[in-house]
């Protein structure tokens, strides 16, 4: 097969998935128009609060976020990216040749000495958290 019939039967084998995706949108987007469409509307200043557990919001309700963790969420965020393209690409890693391997598994490696260095580097951003009296905590 080449050519023209190659990419039809591409293209007939993606129909689902591009039906399934046009679907789930038209369904998000009625169900909203929907809701908003049946819902009854009662402004209420109280509605605008700030949601504390049931309670009373007390003391400002904006306050400032420390990213103490913030190299850990990334971390994750790229290791779990990582995961999901390692588990794609298994049925061909399998049938790779060592010497391919060897490489992909030095790539991988410096990826992730490159990526603790970079973070590393974002260690002095980062204030450390003062405990009771002002002195460091550990």
Known sequence: ME???????ALAQSVGLALY?????VFCIASLLLA??????????????????????????KTRFTIQY???????????ALAIVLLLAAPSVSAMPPSQLWILLLVIGSFTFALMGALMA?????????????????
């Open 36 to 61: 908003k469409i049946l819902a009854p509307s009662r402004p209420n200043p109280r509605k605008a609060l700030t949601y504390e557990c049931g309670q009373v919001p007390t003391g400002p309700t």
């Open 21 to 25: 995706v046009v679907i789930a949108f």
């Open 122 to 138: 974002l260690r002095p951003l980062i204030r450390p958290r003062r405990g009771r009296f002002g002195s460091q905590t550990h």
């Open 70 to 80: 913030y190299p850990y969420a990334v971390i994750y965020a790229i290791y779990g």
């Open 3 to 9: 050519g023209p019939e190659m990419i039809s039967e």
